[in-house]
């Protein structure tokens, strides 16, 4: 195993050194073997020792633990210190195939950065960022991963006494938009530039070939913002807490605290129990995210052109692309989504049906899905709508298109791969917490199973893609910090 540490070798003011704090009594919850294979990690093989590395009682031989700086825009508010609170960066490892990725401990204990938090996440949010992260990435979204859960016999406290956790996660890298912003707010032009050549080298190593670098760097990172948010709005998750601090510049969904994916579709869902006027809700995630690019870009000014007028208009002008480019990515998706190429009278007709399952109330996913065999069986699909009258309609125009656009062969295959049959549903996740809390992590297994091909039938799992019942139903979700 190579462990390396590139971020450890920036100069100081990037991080602290620092270890994390062992816990009491660190207990393996699970592990993700196929991800540890992945990054070609020499493991143990027991439990017990496991435990220990996955709590942050021990270090993977190699490590230098450091908690990263990094400012933020939180609900439209600037706080220039944020960093690494309850997290611990144990370096970077390398695999054959030269993928590197970063291993980072959350809920490993104080660091400076805690700004008088216990530096602890409680169960129950590592559970649903175990199960949320590792879903997208099963679904081919970009995203961090999960490689371990650990319960640290040492209680939290919340609200309530909880008991404590520890989750592993890995990413191409965890410099976030806030990392940025921490060093501009500074003045620190040099430090700006330093981070800058770290993401060009470790995330967007083409930037490095073009003219201007930096303006190619911003390029690069709007344009992996662009297609994550279309992956996003295509599978009905909302984020929850979009700030520039939990805003990769890897284009890797991250930090997954108050998430939820839409049952019933509906276009300003907000679960967050601290999103209280819906800043982050569904239907705004595109335009929010070309705001934590403009936050970006306005870091990155000083790197774009010696000029500063010249500079803010090279950056307007990526910026302005921004939101083209989702839409060209969301168009494709959507259109996917019903089987049809991605041109604008098939986006017209996708439109509609969003339309109608809006003013139905029906599930996001299982209408879709449905739709993949509603060429010769639509029982299943109209079951869905109060609207009949209008849900036939809608079919006939849909069939017709498929027969003008040539796709009725390919619709079923094309919609199948665009809609998963099983997401993370906020009621499952919550039942596996539950049960996790009183010792009991079956339903957790066995929902991490189902997801791990969402894409599949599984006939045999068929009550995790049933929405929830009324009484089941979670209206809100809370981040745990
Ligand atoms: P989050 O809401 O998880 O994105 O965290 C926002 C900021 O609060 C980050 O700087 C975190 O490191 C910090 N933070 C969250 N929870 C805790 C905690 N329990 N102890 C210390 N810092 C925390
Ligand atoms: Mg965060």
């Known amino acids: ?25 660190p207990s393996l919850i699970r592990l993700n ?28 031989p190699g490590s230098e633990p450091i908690a990263q700086a990094y400012a933020g825009h939180q609900f439209g508010q600037f706080v220039p210190q944020l960093g690494d609170g309850r997290a611990h960066l144990l370096g970077e490892t390398v695999n054959k195939a030269g993928e590197r990725f970063d291993i980072q401990l959350k809920g490993s204990g104080r660091t400076k950065f805690s700004r008088g938090g216990d530096g602890r996440s409680p169960l129950g949010p590592v559970l649903r960022e175990y199960v949320v992260s590792e879903a997208m990435h099963a679904m081919g979204i970009p995203s961090t991963r999960a490689l371990a859960m650990t319960s640290t016999g040492q209680p939290v406290f919340r609200e309530a006494e909880l008991h404590g956790a520890v989750l592993t996660r890995v990413a191409s890298g965890f ?41 190619a760097l911003f390029e690069a990172i709007c344009s992996a ?37 839409l049952d019933q579709y509906d276009p300003e869902a907000v679960f967050s129990s601290i999103d209280h006027f819906g800043r982050y809700a569904f239907n705004r995630q595109p335009t929010i995210m070309a705001w934590n690019l403009a936050c970006l870009g306005g870091c ?45 009278e098939s ?53 017709a298109r498929l027969a003008l656009t040539g796709s009725v062969g390919t619709a079923r295959e094309t919609m199948r791969s665009a809609t998963p049959a099983f997401i993370p549903r906020n009621h499952r996740i919550e039942q596996a917490i539950q049960a996790a809390e009183v010792g009991d992590f079956t339903l957790v297994d066995r929902l991490i199973e189902v ?3 969402p894409y599949e039938d599984q006939p045999e799992n068929a009550e995790y893609a049933a929405p929830p019942r009324p009484e089941e139903r979670v209206e809100q979700t809370f981040c745990g910090t």
């Not at 410099?175 to 967007?204: C, K, P, S, W």
Request: glycine fraction near 6%; hydrophobic fraction near 45%.
């Open 1 to 25: 195993m190579r462990f390396i540490n590139s971020y450890a070798h920036l100069p100081e003011p990037f991080y602290q050194r620092i270890d994390p704090e062992p816990v009491a009594a």
């Open 347 to 399: 986006f017209a007709l996708a439109r509609g049906l969003l339309d109608l399952m809006r003013r139905n109330g029906t599930d996001f996913t299982n209408a879709f899905r449905a739709l993949c065999d509603a060429q010769t069986d639509p029982a299943p699909f109209t079951a869905l709508f109060a609207t009949n009258e209008e849900i036939r309609h809608w079919l006939d125009d849909w069939r």
């Open 225 to 261: 913002q662009a297609e994550l948010m279309a992956r996003w709005m295509c599978v009905g998750f909302v984020h929850g807490v979009m700030n520039t601090d939990n805003t990769a510049v890897s284009g890797e969904t991250i930090d997954f605290g108050p998430c939820a994916f």
């Open 451 to 453: 997801l791990r091909r």
């Open 175 to 215: 410099v976030r938009v806030g990392t940025f912003e921490y060093f501009a707010a500074r003045r620190m032009e040099d430090a700006v530039r330093q981070l800058a050549d770290h993401v060009i080298e470790r995330n967007h190593p083409s930037a490095s070939q073009a003219d201007n670098p930096y303006l």
């Open 300 to 344: 990155l000014i000083p790197l774009l052109d010696d000029d500063e007028s010249r500079a803010h208009t090279a950056g307007e002008a990526v910026l302005e692309r921004f939101i083209p480019a989702f839409a060209a990515h969301y168009t494709q998706g959507l259109c996917s989504k019903i089987g049809l190429p991605g041109d604008d």
């Open 33 to 60: 073997r196929p991800l540890a294979e992945r990054l070609e990690l020499d493991l143990p093989e027991d439990d017990a020792d496991l435990a220990a590395l996955f709590s942050g009682n021990r270090l993977l």
